[in-house]
């Protein structure tokens, strides 16, 4: 891929389709994050019938722009409702709509939005995720989907579904880290005052338990943890920093981060690797030590687990795009 300065490439269009029933935040979502992204975005709202939608609250949103708009996308996001408005069969006009979006597109979907694509047939066949609250009716209805309830997002090929609201932060996020590296998307989350990096498979938060009056945090051990990934790091080496029994420790960073100590530091080391793939020129081997896996096929290993790729074909793609 030859390269081509920013400033006389075209930005990607993103085309938000706002259904009857929006939620107003997820809605602003894809504007907001992407918009951030230093002008690899332009981002465009939608709907059906280029008429004002109404949302969940007490207004209505007035949009620029009608279905048309849906052809030209790059990456279409549908956003997401409450169950009362997820209809239990396509409107036409919704139909028509979905049917303007180019075979080559990226499509997203936000929280309940699944049900919208998932009606429409373009997740038969492919691993999907929606609210854990909705689950169950998810499952009845679309037997051909792989539900994955319980994750914060799904990218399957072109498709990419997430979870309940503030998962679309995490898949815009992703999308800007997929197609653009971890510093940029970084500096996005920084204006924003978001997360920088939350796995997709990170388990949703499904009624956790609020931590008892006066409980230790993590918080302390995961950031001394960070500073150490090169360290073979042990669950007794952060249960005695947090200076808790092994139990104590593993149920409490369960309860606050959603993952067992292990997955956690896993994940923060290939998050670590990815950086490092991408902004260095650092050999395998060495990275593999510099983020604490014993050695480079283990970083292989878990680089693929995580985004089905080599670190050799993660580096390629990243050094392509700069």
Known sequence: MTDVPLHTRRPERVVVLALDGVYPFELGIPSRILGAADGHYEVLTCTVDGRPVRTSADFTIGVAHGPEILDTADTV??????????????????????????????????CTAAFVLAEA?????????????????????FPRVDLDPDVLFVADGRMLTSAGAAS?????LHIVRADHGSELANAVARRCVVPPFRDGGQAQYIEQPVPESGAASTAATRAWALERLEEPLTLTDLAGHARMSLR???????????????????QQRVTRARHLLESSDLPVDRIAAEVGFATGASLRQHLHAAIGVSPQAYRRTFQQTR
């Open 121 to 141: 047939g373009l997740l038969d066949g492919r691993r999907a995720t929606t609210h854990w609250q909705v689950a169950d009716a998810f499952r009845r209805r």
């Open 77 to 110: 996001v549908v956003t997401s409702m409450p169950p009362a408005y997820i209809p239990t069969e396509l409107p036409d006009e919704v139909t028509a709509a979905l049917a303007r979006i180019r075979p080559d597109a990226r499509i997203v979907s936000i």
């Open 248 to 266: 104590t420790f593993a149920r409490r960073f369960g309860d606050e981060v959603g993952l067992s100590p292990g997955r956690w530091l896993i």
């Open 168 to 172: 679309g932060v995490d898949i815009c």
